[in-house]
Nanobody, 118 residues
Framework: QVQLVESGGGLVQAGGSLRLSCAASGRTFSIYRMGWFRQATGKEREFVGLISWNGGRTAYADSVKDRFIISRDNAKNTMYLQMSSLKPEDTGVYYC???????????WGQGTLVTVSS
């Protein structure tokens, strides 16, 4: 089973950019659809976006469309989330996960905190 570790979170001002990484262990990373999810304090975890197994297809939540880009490098067993034009409402813990079904998470990472100051 794949194991996931996120990194790259931190504090950024509104309008700034940040890139998150999700490193996967195991040789099966390339077979999974992968996704990013986030959870703000006091709110439910929400879907951010996903990427197909070969990176050929991506899909995003309306709230991040045109601002966030998901990519992956299967040779490095790593997925990325490039975030730009960040807003305070993007603040939360960001998780990477395998994606099962439509947009449901399977295996989770431990999360990385992103804080966007106004």
């Amino acid at each position: 089973q794949v194991q996931l570790v996120e990194s790259g979170g931190g504090l950024v001002q509104a309008g700034g950019s940040l890139r998150l990484s999700c490193a996967a262990s195991g040789r099966t990373f390339s077979i999974y659809r992968m996704g990013w999810f986030r959870q703000a304090t006091g709110k439910e975890r929400e879907f951010v976006g996903l990427i197909s197994w070969n990176g050929g297809r991506t899909a995003y939540a309306d709230s991040v469309k045109d601002r966030f880009i998901i990519s992956r490098d299967n040779a490095k067993n790593t997925m990325y989330l490039q975030m730009s034009s960040l807003k305070p409402e993007d603040t939360g813990v960001y998780y990477c996960a395998t994606v099962v079904g439509s947009t449901s998470p399977g295996v989770w990472g431990q999360g990385t905190l992103v804080t966007v100051s106004s």
